[in-house]
């Protein structure tokens, strides 16, 4: 049985096609959030096999294990979680694995990583075929042989995409020293760090005060004050721009902005740092807290002309169990529902009072939040350095990444702003068989504006729409981060 990828997949109509075909499916790829390891892409990695490569800290694909009743040590591959079948060996494990992950396959009726899979497959192996248990072994032999050739290691699945930029996601205190040895080995695929400051903007966590003796540790500033430790953050940031970073990104999960002032933020922060340990702080401080490190961090991206990324309304760790069984990120997250547009706007005008907002991309993850999102995102988009877009309201995220959260992007995009200003999509994605997520988002893309042709919504000017279907899937990204 052939799988549903043809050359019409997701397109409705001709004028659709065509945009697709001459506009779309041949352009390269930035993908300007991602997870992806750099030390795979350092030592060019080879898989062992499909599970390896397809399975392994994918929690979107362990989720539809989970649904289907399958045991922990078939999902994730963890021995001892649930102590079935144990006594196997490990390439066993993988064999089994990946046959419960085709009989999942089968059963994805409408769920976006049915797509995927099979876009994945036929992309990467040239497979037709639909992924179901009769398929599997012979799926599971042709990738394997496959994965054993020196065009498939890490490097070589990005080329096969032709990924030309991509941003991993680190943490202030990396060396960075992976990345250093790609951009030094590598001379076709950028690979660029991106600044993730959470664990210092998480202030109630317990890990907090040994992350920032280590942040001390590392960028040689004693931290002992608000300004020392922003001290510490811009030589750690100005080190990460020095090895090709041109984005941040900031994970906002509750309350992040209260109206403060320095010297209330030092209080906050020197009770927590305190000799007592004293880590009772509040909701309402640790708000206030988060939200002043975000307008300073703010200021010196704008200053380097680094673009901000806002992702906000996860709600992580559900199950306290499995937290305990298997740690974060590991698909036990869901949607967050929290009223946090009024701070929203009032982060967004902190920076914007003395015109050091950055170029900055919001993200959200409730759809009730959409609009808006949009509409605040509209009412900050002036500058006078002729920033495009400078305001992004970003490409649909985590939960929403399917036909119908990349259609309803567009479509309150569209209704409220410009989508021809538009970035395009990104991955998200810890899998280095990911980048056909792409060519999903430029065919339902493409199928739009066909459809707005084919329903006589704007004139049949291909010259213009096709410029701008290139410049949504690769150029403005590429003048927005000013990746060279």
């Known amino acids: 049985m052939r799988s549903v990828i043809d050359d019409y997949f997701l397109l409705h109509s001709k004028s659709a096609l065509k945009l697709f075909n001459e506009h779309a499916a041949n352009i390269p790829i930035i993908d300007y959030h991602n997870h992806l390891n750099p030390q795979e892409i350092a030592e060019d ?62 059963n994805m009726v409408g769920n976006p990583i049915y797509y995927w899979t099979h876009l994945e497959l036929k992309r990467y192996f040239d497979i037709d075929e639909a992924l179901t248990p009769d398929t599997a072994d012979y799926i599971w032999d042709k990738c394997n042989a496959m994965l054993q050739k020196k065009e498939f290691s890490a490097q070589g699945l990005l080329r096969k995409q032709n990924v030309q930029v991509l941003c991993t996601t680190d943490d202030p205190v990396d060396d960075l020293v992976w990345h250093k040895k790609i951009a030094q080995d590598v001379d076709d695929i950028s690979v660029r760090p991106s600044f993730r400051p959470g664990n210092v903007l998480g202030i109630e966590s317990e ?32 080190y990460f721009v020095s090895n090709g970073c041109r984005v941040s990104d900031h994970s906002l999960e509750c309350d992040f902005f209260r109206d403060t002032d320095v010297a209330s933020v030092n ?20 708000a206030a ?38 740690g974060a990120d590991t698909g036990f997250d869901s949607i967050a529902d929290f009223n946090y547009m009024p701070q929203l706007a009032k982060l967004l005008n902190a ?15 409730n759809p009730k939040d959409a609009m808006a999102m949009a509409t605040l995102a509209g009412c900050f988009q002036g500058n006078n350095k002729g920033i495009k877009g400078k305001i992004q309201f970003g490409s649909a995220w985590w939960f929403n990444d399917h036909k119908y959260g990349i259609e309803q992007q567009m479509q309150i995009l569209s209704d409220s702003g410009m989508i021809s200003t538009f970035i395009g999509m990104l991955t998200d994605s810890r899998s280095f068989l990911s ?44 003048d927005y981060f000013g990746f060279d």
């Open 351 to 365: 920076m914007d009072l003395e015109d050091q907002l950055p170029r900055t991309i919001l993200y959200y993850l």
């Open 289 to 326: 807290f988060r939200g002043y490190i975000l307008v300073e961090l703010g200021k010196m991206y704008a200053e380097r002309e680094l673009a901000m990324q806002l992702h906000i309304g996860a709600l992580r760790n559900n199950s306290d169990r499995m937290f305990k069984l298997l």
């Open 207 to 238: 890990g907090f005060n040994a992350y920032i003796e280590k942040l001390a540790e590392v960028s040689g500033v004693s931290i002992t004050d608000v300004d020392s430790l922003l001290a510490a953050l811009e030589k750690r940031l100005d």
């Open 267 to 286: 209080q906050i922060f020197k009770k927590r740092l305190s000799e007592t340990g004293d880590t009772s702080i509040t909701l309402d401080e640790a």
């Open 45 to 106: 990695k080879q898989y062992e096999n499909m599970t390896e490569v397809w399975l392994n800290g994918d929690h979107y694909k362990w989720r539809t294990m989970r649904a289907m009743g399958y045991s922990e040590e078939l999902v994730t591959g963890r021995r001892n979680v649930t102590a079935v079948d144990s006594f196997i060996d490990d390439e066993e494990l993988d064999y089994r694995r990946f046959l419960a992950f085709a009989d999942t396959v089968q």
């Open 435 to 478: 980048f056909p997520r792409h060519e999903y988002f430029r065919r339902i893309l493409c199928d739009r504006i066909g459809t707005l042709l084919e329903n006589n919504e704007y004139p049949y000017d291909m010259t213009f729409l096709g410029d701008m279907i290139e410049n949504i899937c690769f150029n403005n990204a590429k």
